[in-house]
Nanobody, 127 residues
Framework: QVQVAESGGGSVQTGGSLRLSCAVS????????MMWFRQPAGKSRDEREG??????????TYAESVKGRFTISEDNAKRTLYLQMNTLRPTDSGIYYC??????????????????WGQGTQVTVSS
């Protein structure tokens, strides 16, 4: 089982930047991928949406809404996953979660209950 802990959230103005970190401990199943999801402001946990993931071959996938603005990366030596968020918009506000879940589900909402989720970190972007 994997334990993950997010940090780096905060409040910024439109156009600002934040870098989220996710400390990872434990063993990751070889069928799992590391991902970032978010629960948009004012929406329920069931409405979490996929933001970005690192595939097993090292390639990355992004939601259309964040392409060109967000960058996912990892430091294997530090066992840390990052999400660099630039040009932030108010619609990016929400709780950001780091999660290890089956790669085959990708950034979809399929079976969100499966996976090792962190507690989340709050991101607020004001206009």
């Amino acid at each position: 089982q994997v334990q993950v802990a997010e940090s780096g959230g905060g409040s910024v103005q439109t156009g600002g930047s934040l870098r989220l970190s996710c400390a990872v401990s434990g063993s990751i199943y070889n069928t799992y991928c590391m991902m970032w999801f978010r629960q948009p402001a004012g929406k329920s946990r069931d409405e979490r949406e996929g933001v970005s993931m690192i595939n097993r071959d090292g390639s990355t996938t992004y939601a259309e809404s964040v392409k060109g603005r967000f960058t996912i990366s990892e430091d294997n030596a530090k066992r840390t996953l990052y999400l660099q968020m630039n040009t932030l918009r108010p619609t990016d506000s929400g709780i950001y979660y780091c999660v290890a879940r089956p790669c085959r589900y990708g950034l979809t909402r399929e079976l969100l209950g499966i996976g090792d989720w962190g507690q989340g970190t709050q991101v607020t972007v004001s206009s």
